[in-house]
């Protein structure tokens, strides 16, 4: 790896590099633009990720609008700093975002190629000098990516790219001792690097992410729509999936779940609507499954069973998307607790639903979840947003009658929350909060009083 | 410790509290601003921190200034957030600066008042609920300001003020899990709580800082006061003292050693000018000293003796303001680097010497360094300072004739950079940076298109 | 006047006078926070200006944390800065915001504390030269506190304040040729200004302010007294004060109109609830109204007399609170909508009621108005406020159940919309506006590449 | 004309608008990067305004990268509003840039692409219904770019292009009434315009542009090449034209004149390097220069006599380039004054040389001058530099050894200072500044507190 100072002062000397990354995002993104180059790189992506078309497709989209972003000068602009005043003529503060230096990116296998593309060019882009890996299975898009941008004018031997096991990778960042390393993926994985590195990381581990349906009922067919699409999407393999629902009585009423049922029953391994799930096998999902329908008044709202006729090997899941209906008060049980809210990387949710004064319950069940990622809180009752927005730490909250848990694009913060470790991923704000740190520069040129003498010792 | 979402509760909730905590700053500022109170403050730092009177009211002075900073609805524009338009009727995403909850505060012996105050404001400006403990041996100056900021107005509820030793302050942190920890202190420490914390820290620990003086020879009397002040104000017992100075061989053949030498002189035990070292004894020092003269070419400029006539304890350290000098091409040699670099919190510098073409040579001493903290480069020359301030990462770098290393006030960012987890001190970005992390909250209330239909699973 | 770039030197030059402000800022506020100094300056104002003591004492509050905003470090903070890297090693931009140098500050009789302090203060921080003009009438109040700010330590060079008539001042204007001329007042003087100036001018003139009531009638109690406050504090004699109530038919069917009539008759003389009205005579006053009364189906709600039983001299006006409801269709036709949205600063205003599917109607009749200072729209429903804010183009804009037209504070912009000589007040962004213009320096100091050849011609 | 909130409304309902001109943005700028086009582009400038291949080619540079920075997310990320804490739960005020409605724009004939095109855009994206006149005489250039627009995906309806001479444009000004009004051209129209429009307008009006070498002398070379290119490139119609220039004497020392009146002497009329002026003809230029000569002192330096053997009609200039020396104690003198400092739109230019103690009567001239667009301080002595800075006003102002007066690109600021009708171009601050104005939103939305009780009136 290059050190650290020799890469700010590439950063700091070459103003061109700037207009260089402003460049290739511009022709990047226009490649991605074209039908022929978005189709190769969507169905790569079904190739060793399991998703639809659409939802592939939608990585690459918001790729090209990421890139569309850091266009011409928008890459000079991230780097843009601030001076104030100081204490007498020719002293100026002045604040910047400074680079790292060598960096390490580590992303998973659920979004091969907007994950990697997002955090790598954001590194690049506040003058670091990233290695990246990629999750082996999936790494072949971001290979073919790298061309790309290789192609557009990067220089090779601005990213070392990277094909190893986590062992490995490890290793290599206890002795390269990269400034700062991004890690994407479980938790588990998160929490052991970040003693490893001592802290220097900046974390988007997993979520079990909630929605809360409000008192005000409308629009249910639209509601009951972003419901299936956020907790069966991608076979439920994103980290902003929805893993419980909690709803107001008064939805209870409507015909919400038995829309979502209909919903959930369109899907199909044809089209990959529905998929394999690449962390947890089948026996495994259902097991999960059996224990919560031990609590008391629980229920299988629909799914549960393994999927048949197909070919997914049985390292992997397989089961229809699954709802299971956990009443209120069993979920804050001490001892159902865990077990109600372990977060299951497929096509499963929790349903339960509260009565009006139960908000508190609701609350307190929020309260006790340890990850902090999306959360949507469905309702256009301002007080009732207020509510729960007040009492509640996620990082990125849908509200509205809209409102959904998945789907987060190039154009707005996606991140956790309530942890100073946590990364944000796509925004100019994730860019340079995550990829830069603040340096500060004071000029202090003068001049010096002419009748200025030497004051006593301090 | 209460739970992080009753505290954001009360954030979101209660916007009075922003314009209590702008009351209490401006109350507490007026307070400190009076000649009686800031003299109280001044003596009873003195009392427990050796510094002479001039050093320990700058500690009160900075302070008052710092409250006065964050009068009226400045605490209040602290929590100011940003709107971005969405991608349909209804949808506008929302950037915050959220508390995390429960957060500590640790801090060091030398700076009793000023660096426990502004973090602890600043914990509290942004909405979170601290646990601050300052090194037992100087609480009783910040004991002291609570009652003050009490009778300002601040509920006692909301700090809680722990006297204990680090140990018990571990145990208590592992087990009530705030979700941030300001250390401010060594290295060492620091280190073993990124690992106990997992990182969930935000770090300003020592230096060995560095001074630069360029081509231009100028006002040699002003930088010898200066380089003076910075290696030997408070006994060195800053972590911003000048731990090295890189002289060009202009300085070196003006009256610039001589002239800090007589300086160094002036100081005595009387007025604290020069006092006793806390954390390393005479012998430690004196021992460190003879290492360094036994690198070839090296030699004692001033100093070196032990302090004589006084009381102060043996586990303490007392010497003379001491410079040694050691030439430039030894300081790079690996069996010599470490030594040399080695940060003596006491009244101690290195001294070296480079010629026109050793600048990579300094430069490359530089980037060995572990730490980054403050830095000066002392010259006018617009290019020569392009060229250091490019390969270089110091946090706080004062550059220009008057640059200097020690001395930060709260107008500009103090901290290290190139570190994840390095923390800043004083300004509105610290306070954010530090004290507060990113949350997303995105309004999409509809409506909802009359001819919306159920698009196809994806 | 003094020239441009003296002060643009001053300003440049001389850091300290952003600690001098910030010092100023922080002593003038304590002043007025002492009960005794508060005391006076609100029964001052109340000499001058026919306002209860509460509506006094609120531009007395308003002034002092006012001034709180801008202690310390905030005058300097105000005059920050940024810098982009340019296209090569050694060039970077820097976009500054800059003094006019010799500025102008005319202000009305309404508020003759808190908007000349407020513009005043923000003319001298950002770096300007002033001179002041209050209405002879109570420029009394602005002498005094200039007396107290000299206290503070604010040099007397630094403003010139200057007592005259209308025309004096405006042949002052012809011959200094200040760069900007702040002017507060109304609207046919500040257009015959923006003629004698060419436009080098920024205004906040009068209002027909509106505020409509949705479709959710909610906290009946609280809104009839808000529109009480809205329209007859200080007796209508503010530019913000309603003149217009749009109410939905919900509202017509609630007790809000007997509500706001109970509070009206409260009103009284003797603590000037209700009082003197300066720029319209009682005659004037009767004959609006009857014109009005003559529209079909309009009608009056309540007062529309004469007050009795006082001093007040002829040639200001006296009348009891008063409110005209006339039909909306008749609001809309041409030969009426003049005389109805004529601006009447006295405790008069206009009440009419529109059916759901008459929004459209409501929005046509706001989008002819004028002038475009405050307006409100008191609902929770989100889907309306988004129709109506989307669709108007009001300054400082109310919305939710809470909405009040009136009684703007110091920490949020006040101001005209949709016209480029809009004046704001108070906030740091109002002072930025008004007080200073972009200027941009950019630093190019090279090295020139050595082996740089002399182009060809361009 | 369309009027006002119903554009607002169009802004305010469809987010989609932002990220349709994200998209056409993109488009255009890819299409302007196609040699093919940008070719086509460049030869059509030419064929209307008489500049060199590469000065013209310069314009459609521009343009493109500017259409690069605002593609994808960057429209919708200059409408970013924030937000800040009110005084009670429910309470926040937002702070917005709204968009004037319906404005006008009026561009000149020496930029025929990149002033209207990024005026045109910024009107856009800021959410306004601009109706464009560009100079007829070339505004067939802004024809095809107008259609390459339409093919990118703009609607035909967003903008009004209208031919027309000055008065008819004056008159449609007067009935339309549009909210603001963008008027790039000559200081004469742009004051008539300012009373006109009763000051609703944004100026970028000539300049008599300086540039002063400063007391260090280095790459006399390269600060000669840029001084024919300020003075001389496109014959010296650019508002940022080098209209006078102070040499140091230690300037006047070197070869630098000499090196200028070489770079003059390549200039030709065959590639357009010098070519006609189009607003002041050859009599009047001569006889200006003969003026001038007549000053005690003064002499020509080089140029001054009319250019031969060419087509190029009598209503237009047509000289060499010229360069008039004049001692500056007579600049200064009341009579000479007006005459030296006159601005001609063409290659001409002033020289003349301070001593070391003459700097303030070099700053007493820069004070004097009107119209405060660009200038250029050459130097890097960090003091000098300071001080120049300090006592002057100009908006662009280029420092440093490699400073230049012309050239200002789409990442910096380009525009006058000192008058708060001037205009900035270009980028995002430029944008917003000209293209909207503020707009505050407190949004107020509850709980009442259940104990409140009706308050006293005031």
Redesign the interface.
């Known amino acids: 790896m290059e050190?650290?100072?020799?890469v700010?002062?590439k950063?700091?000397?070459?103003?061109?590099r700037?207009?260089m990354l402003?460049d290739i995002s511009?022709k990047a993104?226009?490649l991605l633009?074209l039908p022929k180059i978005s189709d190769f790189f969507t169905k790569l992506i079904q190739r060793v990720s399991p998703k639809?078309y659409?939802?592939a497709y939608g990585e690459v989209y918001v790729t090209q609008?990421?890139?569309?972003?850091f266009?011409?000068?928008?890459v000079?602009?991230l780097?843009?700093?601030?001076?104030?005043?100081?204490?007498?003529?020719?002293?100026q503060?002045?604040?910047f975002r400074?680079p790292?230096?060598p960096v390490a990116i580590i992303t998973p296998f659920n979004f091969p190629l907007e994950i990697p593309v997002l955090q790598l060019m954001g590194a690049l882009y506040m003058g670091n000098k990233p290695v990246l890996k990629v999750d082996s299975k999936v790494s072949i898009v971001m290979e073919k990516m790298l061309r790309l941008l290789h192609e557009c004018g990067l220089p090779r031997e601005d990213v070392d790219f990277i094909n190893c096991d986590g062992n490995t990778m490890t290793k290599l960042l206890l002795e390269a001792k990269p400034?700062?390393t991004l890690f994407t993926g479980s938790s588990r994985i998160a929490?052991k690097l970040?003693?490893d590195?001592?802290?220097?990381?900046?974390l988007e581990d997993a979520g079990f992410d909630w929605k809360i349906l409000g008192p005000d009922v409308q629009?249910v067919?639209?509601v009951a729509?972003v419901c299936?699409?956020d907790a069966?999407?991608c076979s439920g393999q994103k980290c902003s999936a929805q893993s419980i629902l909690f709803m107001h009585e008064n939805w209870g009423r409507s015909p919400l779940l038995d829309t979502i049922k209909k919903?959930a029953a369109?899907?199909q391994l044809d089209d990959l609507?529905v998929g394999p799930v690449l962390t947890v096998n089948t026996e495994a999902l259902l097991l999960h499954k059996n224990k919560l329908l031990k609590i008391p008044g629980s229920k299988l709202l629909f799914g549960g069973k393994a999927l048949t006729n197909h070919s997914i090997p049985a390292i992997y899941g397989a089961i229809e998307p699954t709802a299971v209906f956990v009443p209120l008060e069993e979920i804050l049980k001490d001892d159902n607790y865990e077990l109600v809210t372990k977060e299951i990387f497929g096509p499963f949710q929790i349903v339960t639903e509260y009565k009006d004064n139960q908000l508190p319950m609701v609350?307190n069940a929020?309260?006790k979840m340890h990850a902090h990622l999306t959360a949507a809180v469905v309702s256009?009752d301002?007080?009732f947003l207020?509510e729960v927005?007040?009492?509640?730490?996620?990082?990125?909250?849908?509200?509205?009658?809209?409102?959904?848990t998945t789907g987060a694009?190039?154009?707005?913060?996606?991140?956790p929350?309530?942890?100073?470790?946590?990364a944000?991923i796509g925004?100019?704000?994730?860019i340079k909060?995550v990829w830069s740190?603040?340096?500060?520069?004071?000029?202090?040129?003068?001049?010096?009083a002419r009748n200025?003498q030497?004051?006593?010792?301090?």
């Not at 050190?3 to 020799?6: D, G």
């Not at 780097?79 to 002293?91: C, E, K």
């Open positions: 050190s650290p100072s020799s700010s002062l950063w700091m000397k070459e103003g061109y700037y207009l402003g511009a993104a226009h633009s639809s659409q939802q609008k990421f890139l569309e972003n266009s011409g000068d928008q000079r602009f780097a843009r700093s601030f001076a104030v005043p100081g204490n007498h003529l020719g002293q503060s002045h604040g400074w790292y230096g400034r700062m929490e970040a003693v590195l001592k802290g220097r990381i900046k629009e067919d639209y729509w299936d699409h069966y999407a919903h369109r899907r609507t609350l929020l309260e256009n301002v007080l207020q927005i007040g009492k509640s730490v996620n990082g990125t909250t849908y509200v509205g009658l809209r409102a959904r694009p190039q154009n707005h913060w996606f991140g929350a309530g942890d100073p470790r946590g944000g925004t100019p704000e994730a909060l740190c603040h340096r500060e520069i004071i000029y202090d040129v003068g001049p010096i200025w030497i004051p006593r010792s301090t």
